[in-house]
């Protein structure tokens, strides 16, 4: 057993408004700079849609991720021995900037340079990479909240699962049958860029898994582009050299968590620590596709069991990192409730963020109208979901029907749960029954609500304290030597959070 420490994260969908604010934070902090104004480490899709860049989820094209040959070997897509030196210097299947979107300012100077006349100046859109006037026809958000339909929403890969009378009745009432999808890099257990980079620039942290690129060492030959099936490595067209998110982590070296989950305003994001076997991995990601869910969950390791403990010790984890592991509302979500699940996890690259599935409202009429549902058949309701469940299956299940009805069964459940608390009703048998057949049971209901719906920063951000905070205990102030370098101030930061 070769235990590791994985910074892991949560992503609630229920919780997510689509206010792009983490984008913004993200946005300013990290790629606000020549080359990097295309990039967009963190951003927030609307769901059904093409997303960022066009068509991102489309392995057939991009051939990103892993897959698994004949003789059950794990396996590139982009590439292989025979064709690794031809597709360093031309890769068709890389995304080009049109997949992007071409970056834009505006005349800004026009509007007080202008000379005087009867018409207003106005500013005009230029691009930021020429410099010439353009016409802007695409962006990184450009079917916000399904603006785009039916020329984005209606190409999404994942309605492909989907008949016809399906997608027919989704696009009825397309203005509200919709998600929003935040994404940013997943610092993969099994990373596609990592094994695809000649150069070894990318590499993973063995502190924290992070996935970070080594920018002395890139050579731009961009393998990493094309092997990461999230596309979330981008090429920095000024310095020539590849760039993604690094999970801010020097805020995370002080217990902090990164900028989008600081400014998140639905606090849908929760980060902590999770220990795995890195020695299962390869063989977890062979898994069929029906149980690669199951799959990656079996990599994963209680951070309780003693022999766990033990091992992580050998491996030099500290007693912090194993006590943040411990207390991380992401091993809740994942493993304890098994209400996380991953992105797409037939790219096969483990990905160290989950999701919670949005519980979306049924559809307008069911049966005869009536809304009031008997007990025997109280959760038929979620497989009328303004959003089917083959959908939301192919986004966080590979197509398995069955983990996603478990999750929607136990949000539903603690929905009318804390209800019938609120009518005094918690001892009816209905509610004992629909609690039984959700699996779960008043305590444990109450347990997600409470990280659901009531969470500080120090339940949704579990970090260990790192350097300066470990020489800080007591409230001691910089040293002499620091003189105020670190932008901490006099200010201590606490163990665990903020």
Known sequence: MDVRAQTAMVFHLDKCIGCHTCSVACKNIWTDRPGAEYMWWNNVETKPGTGYPTLWEDQVNYKGGWEVTDKRELKLKSQNKKNFWLKMFYNPNQPTLDDYYEPWTYEYKHLTDAKLGDDQPTARPISQITGEPIDIEAGPN???????????????????????????????????????????????????????????????????????????????????????????????????????????????????????????????????????????????????LNSLVESQRSVLLDPFDPEVIKGAKENNISPEMIDSAQNSPVWNYVMKWKLALPLHPEFRTLPML??????????????????????????????????????????????????????????????HFKRAESRKELGSDKIRKILHESRMDPEEAEAIYQLTSCPGPYERFVLPPLQREEAMEGGEECPESCKGSCGLGDVQTPKRGL
């Open 354 to 415: 989950y999701y919670v599935p949005p519980l979306l409202p049924v559809m307008g009429k069911i049966g005869d109208g009536i809304y009031e549902h008997k007990t025997e058949d109280f959760f038929a309701s979620i497989e009328q979901a303004r959003l089917p469940m083959k959908f939301l299956a192919s986004l966080f299940s590979a197509g398995n029907l069955n983990e996603i009805r478990s999750v929607m069964k136990k949000l539903l459940a603690i929905r």
């Open 142 to 288: 450009w079917d916000d909240d399904l603006s785009g339909s039916p020329i984005y929403a209606e190409n999404d890969p994942n309605l492909s699962q989907l008949s016809e009378d399906e997608k027919r009745m989704l696009f009825e009432i397309e203005s509200i049958s919709m998600m929003y999808l935040p994404r940013i890099c997943n610092h993969c257990a099994n990373p596609s860029c990592v094994a695809a980079c000649p150069s070894g620039a990318l590499y993973k942290r063995g502190e924290d898994g992070i996935v970070l690129v080594n920018q002395d060492v890139c050579r731009g030959w961009r393998n990493c582009v094309a092997a990461c099936p999230y596309k979330k490595i981008y090429f920095n067209w000024k310095t020539g050299k590849s760039e993604k998110c690094i999970l801010c982590y020097p805020r995370i070296e002080t217990g902090q968590p990164p900028a989008c989950f600081h400014s998140c305003v639905g606090r849908i994001r929760y980060m902590g620590v999770l220990l795995y076997d890195a020695d299962r991995v390869e063989e977890a990601m062979k898994a069929p």
